[in-house]
């Protein structure tokens, strides 16, 4: 069998046998070349399978057209591969364009941005955004760097695992969309985008969308001649609902764009040879579905994964893993199942570019086991060694530190044990590879969800912004607090008809895909339960009319209470402080039951419709951000309310979240103490009886993620 | 002797010695009563010498003109106060108007927001904010307020401890400011501020301001014909200087308002007879520069404090103290303290109304000892003890929890083992209350910069609001990173020309109040080493032109540097990472000597002008957030330029914070790991030979602050 990495769906298949993506980052133009050795041992014998690199174009072309490769060590590449090769470690590699890695200019050559301004990424306004943003598409770009994919694929094609090289995955540019997002919003490129021009992108785009300019004028509120003549609003501040549909448009054909130029790097990939599997990093757990148009463009040999730090500098807030940042973590990794990936942490803190706040080791352990808790199947330490700049490269100073584990001059830093023991625990687990989280209901994702906040932020309603938000501080982290494991089931996925086993819940806007919407009647309609809250939708995905839920719920309609203190009771919870709106059913369907009432105005807030074959809606018109133990209770009775089973773990303690994993054979309980105080909690997992077993209880230090066999076999689901 | 409370400017002093105050906040109305006297024992138990409590209007107005006291035992304050009188205890009372306390209407009576909706406060668009948002000088509601104040102040008048009662200090308002800026901005009611009228408030601050309306159109760009047509300008979009000039004088009249409404409800209180002195507590520890006014409006019988909480709920981004709420602690205690009070935390977290995040006992005790560390004198934990809600007054809820110390039902949580071990480290290290802090060099704090986001945010250059984020971010990090510690100076005070034994470091801005320039000039002809980073000042605290210290420095001038990939060199600090402004000198003082070059372009980034008399200036064009180890050794050699001795304290670990605090004859390290992660640290002192005294290698668990007696009397200074 060839030395070869495949994945599917669940998991990566490693010269044939399930397991895990271990991978680390390894600048072989900053380790010292005397030291590539023996760090890519070290790295072995903390269980890595695999290392990354960038591949800089500034340190390759260093003027234009004078592209290097092996004539000074720091751009040997080959002799690196080669070594990679010979020590049985595989490569990712990442020849850019861009690479950031606080390099200058991001990693393009300085020639480049300096000598072409007008490659430039522009802003709404026309006016350059920073110095090292480029419009992805300008011809004069794609050309540059078209030279130097020409130089650096046909390398790597002769590497690739196929033809017996260590390359066993390509990274084409880095975090896409992160130049132009962080330095002043989508690009706005007059000519890239081809505003004013019939065949020009943004016109072409319009009128796929839309059949003439009568219908997008209408949608605008505008009366533009024609197609060529439109330009985007101001995402910063939509006015009404005819902003927010530009905006949202423009969103959807810039991430287009993105897409287009995903394919034509790939292209050229595959043009040069290079015959292994392509991959990208998202920048951050919420920016997955700013991809997916590069993915439905990619196919099936193309693998999606994220970034995921907690801290990278003293603009953070937190300096160590949070709840949050762990909820953060579980929604990007299930994000990525839904596209049909491994879910794949690129970036995975092994540092920081600054020195200041401190990566501490048991943070960093912290970190690992909660990204694997949650789902993660492939991971690539950001970085796994240190090193010096090369002469001209160093955006930010001579020495790459990075705190990283093996330290510039060889040092071996605590979190190197750190790494080890993480990458044995794979090892000697890697039937978790294999294991899948058991939940106790499903919370539907939207992708629309987390691309909203743009079009979608403002007073206008209850928007999708909103219910992003809400999913994150109401139910998810409700869930995990009450000790309820939240699966996942992508809402834009007809794979949702065959997940009518539990219930799902729905965080929904006033706006809500006609697609999905039809899904979820067609959910019901099969027997699913669903829980919608806490607004019924009345537009699409494009602001328009939309009723197709509302019209199965008979014509069900709300409407916002806006009493400052209202006096809310759901099941036996007793009163349930609202920290959000609120809203009462103005008409509900025939013979449903109201389940909970605002009780100054008598108005119901929440009511269930059953239908035959087992099918319910259950609505409920609250929105909360999690404070207080009474929403525990309120959320264990709407669960009851949806036939929900007792969940599958049992943890008495709200700020101990647990997640359980398992092949079917065997299982593993994580507990998660993700606060700096130790903390204890009693656990039970429910047995395949139905009865729980106890687990004893358990003190968990700060920062402690303990991971607890559990020996019987076959648990109830 | 009676029992008394006095303070000064240093600390209180208590039945005759100094000592701290040690509060607890304790609701009689939620606390059952027979639960009274068993809670304020154990309060006593656990070294407390006071506790505070609201009064709720809300509770005690039920009805409009149905004011009642001792009708039942929750509005039984007089028996509460007695009990309080035989235990020994001290009292805080906290009539309002205003409560907040998770309180419906915030504490306010419901009748008085909803059948007068003629007073809340209005935004700049003239509509209210929310529905318990008074505008606080509105007749209405001070007539409102005068009938529940003449009711409950001549009670509160026969129990002060000068009549043999407990009560030592009363609290008028809470918060102020808050109930307008958290929900809208300052507040703009017309009638109150009298827009329209000659003699309405805000005309007759702007005559106070301009000579004639023609001077404030030259400084607003404006052509109006009367002060009475004067507007203010919308605080989130200044476009220019003007709009700045008009947004910073909406907010200095807005300030004399709220002095105007403190200064009419403490006449009010000693109109009854309330002969103790009168405290209030600022919202937060950047908020205390916003009681400027009001500390000047009522003289010396009157006590700032301040509220530092570290997470109330889930939108806080750490749950637990953190490195950047240990510094603004210390900014606050400073600040209190160049207004002449002892230190006081009026409302330090004994807990949180939300019941998650989990507030920790471990955490809470860090949170303890880093304001004590940091000079806090007096504290009122909040709450010490839950209890509750009579019915109608809760605001979220029947129970008020508040993860406190001693839960509703009388259960002692861990969190009282905390306080009680605080309270008794405090008594048996009484001396700490007269300590002061060892400062290595003065950080200077202008009280115009934390009132300044509103009107210097945005990007006219570098405002007093980058000051303030470079001065937290930059400055203060830095130096405490590098084992330095900073004390701090009031430049708004003459008392400044007595620090000349210390350098003085000075984030400036483009504008900076002639007074602080001219002060600044006078520090330095006197012999004081003065840092000014990163900006020669060019405009007065109006955006006027003036330029004292630039004239003092031979019209000294700089320009800003655009390249993106700077190469500092400062001293043999080696390249340091530059991650914010740079500035070049233009022109510089005579004999100026320079002493850091941006090498690419040679431009001078420092230079140093020396005065006979020992006086320098240093001026260093840099503006950086603290993040690479290269900044602190750029931070030592400009110390080493100033000619600033060793630091008092030396440790090896630049995660580890420390204070060192002495009463010239004890002294007391405080060692700080505010990670989530053990941590460890080498420290040493300085002695009175200026040899470094070994104090050992120190293991810091999470969290940990630990405290080490210095034997060694006469610390070097």
Redesign the interface.
Known sequence: MPHAIEWNAQHYVIDGKPGFLVSGEFHYFRVPRHDWEERLSRFREAGGNCVATYIPWILHEPAEGDIRFGDAPERDLESFLALCRDQGLFVIARPGPYQYSEM??CGLPGWLCESYPELLARDLGGRPM???SVSYLHPLFLAKAKRWYDEVCPILARWTTSRGGPVAFVQFDNELTGIHEWFGGWDYHPNTMGFGREDGRYPRFLMRRYPDIRALNAAYGTDYARFADVRPADPSSPRNVCDRRRIKDYQDFYFGTVAEYARTLASWMRDAGIDCDLVHNSANPGSNAYHAETVAALGNRFLLGSDHYYNL???W????P???YALNALLSLESLRHMGFPPTVFELPGGS??????I????LKCCYRTNLAFGMKGLNYYVFTGGYNPDGIG????IYDYQASIAPDNAVRPHYAVLKEFGLFLQENEWLAKAERIGDFRLGLDRELPRSKYYAAGDSGFGSADAWTFLH?GLA?TSL?ASYSPGTADLSSDGLLRLTDQPLFVASSDNMAASVQRRLVRFVEQGGRLLLAPVLPVMDEHYQPCRILADFLEGASIERLTD??PDVRVGPA??V?V?GGLWAASKMPSGAAAIAREETSGRTVAWKKTYEGGGCVLWLGLQW??????QLRMLEHVLQELGCPPPAVRCDN??VWTSLRSDGDRAMLFAMNL?????EAGLRVRGSDGAYVDLGRHALG??EVKTIPIRERGLSR
């Not at 570019?353 to 401190?358: I, N, R, V, Y």
């Not at 501490?360 to 943070?363: E, K, R």
């Not at 955006?395 to 001579?398: H, L, P, Q, R, V």
């Not at 606060?675 to 903390?679: D, E, G, H, I, V």
């Open positions: 200058k200019y920073v110095q090292d500098d003293l603009d807030n937190a300096n160590n949070t709840p949050k570019a600054a020195d200041w706040p401190p501490t080791a048991s943070d955006g930010d100073g001579e501080k982290i607090c400052a203190y007793g009163r402080h920290n951000k999690f404070a207080k133990l009474a709200p700020n606060f700096s105080s130790p903390l700060p920062m």
